[in-house]
């Protein structure tokens, strides 16, 4: 099993550009997450999805959006990019609710100029 | 809301001395407790996890215990080695969402 997988690895972006995250599991994974990670900040939940075709927000969602078209797959969307989005972004999945840990993908990072 | 607490790093320790990490939460319900560990340039690792009040969590030397009365889940190893450096997160999962502190940086020197 690859596990959780992300693409792409870097991405330098110019304000203004738009640009999707790929986030793709092959564990069967009912629920996915999307985070950013900023120094001295921790995990940030973006969005995240309960099963395929859900989506919900999280604690930052202002400027993202996200679709779970395929159980597999969990894109994040930027429309717009902007400076205080650069970041690393990770990916997770879990089994479901309870003591389920999450697994995550090894980051995507984001530098918007 | 919930919240995760961990102690600010960086931690520096020499190798084989004690580790001890803390960790306390604020969370309603009775949500799963996890510590995470994060080696440079990779994604985040489960280490251990713990589901109900007095579990104790074990791999790899390290421990945590989950103490409902004072809200916490302290992260220890007896002997710490070089290869234990990275960064360490508490999380705790409640209602399908998980919540993690800060990190914590842990330097061991040989």
């Known amino acids: 099993n690859a596990g959780v997988t992300q693409t792409p690895k870097f991405r330098v972006l110019k304000t203004g550009q738009s640009m999707t995250l790929l986030c793709a599991q092959d564990m069967n994974h009912e629920y996915m997450y999307w985070y950013r990670q900023d120094p001295g900040m921790g995990l940030r939940l973006i969005h995240y999805s309960v099963g395929e075709g859900t989506t919900a927000k999280g604690e930052v969602p202002d400027g993202y959006n996200v679709s779970r078209l395929k159980k597999q797959n969990f894109l994040l969307g930027l429309e717009s990019a902007a400076p205080s989005q650069t970041s690393v972004y990770f990916c997770a999945s879990s089994s479901g609710t309870g003591r389920y840990e999450q697994y995550f993908g090894p980051g995507t990072r984001l530098t918007v100029t | 809301g919930d919240s995760v607490t961990q102690m600010e790093g960086p931690v520096t320790l020499s190798e084989e001395a004690f580790l001890t990490i803390n960790c306390t939460y604020t969370?309603?319900?009775?949500?799963?407790l996890f510590w995470y560990v994060q080696y440079p340039g990779e994604g985040l690792q489960l280490l251990l996890k713990?589901?109900?009040?007095?579990d104790k969590g074990s791999n790899k030397g390290f421990e945590a215990t989950y103490r409902k009365e004072t809200t916490s889940f302290h992260l220890e190893k007896g002997s710490v080695q070089v290869s234990d450096s990275a960064v360490y997160f508490c999380a705790l999962k409640n209602f399908n969402k998980f919540y993690f502190g800060s990190g914590t940086k842990l330097n061991v020197k040989p």
């Open positions: 713990a589901t109900k009040a007095d």
């Open positions: 969370a309603t319900g009775y949500p799963s």
